[in-house]
């Protein structure tokens, strides 16, 4: 059942969340930073936090509920969540629904 499942499963190939290595090493420490450390060592899922969704999603919670030390921390990784949610919802990060 698991065989099939890679870490950026959800995602076509070329369409990857982040385009560069700065941003994803800043999407992981915000991973860490919510989550703390993944303490699996063994099977299909040691390393799902590494991919694309589960970045995406780290970097966005922590974008909408800690937002100035997401951007302080992980500001390559900030934008470019940004620019991905943007391309759809154009006024999500404005400053009359979130605070910046």
Known sequence: MYAAWTPDAGFEQGQQA???RS???QAESLSLRLYG???EATGPFVDY???D???FAAVF???IIEPTAARRNAPQAVDRIEEIVT???PTLFDKNNLDS
Do not use: C, I, N, Y
Request: without cysteine.
């Open 49 to 51: 936090r590494l991919g």
């Open 61 to 63: 919670t922590s974008r």
């Open 87 to 89: 391309a759809t919802v």
């Open 18 to 20: 982040f385009r560069t």
């Open 53 to 55: 969704e589960e970045l």
């Open 23 to 25: 941003q994803q090493e």
């Open 37 to 39: 450390p993944f303490h």
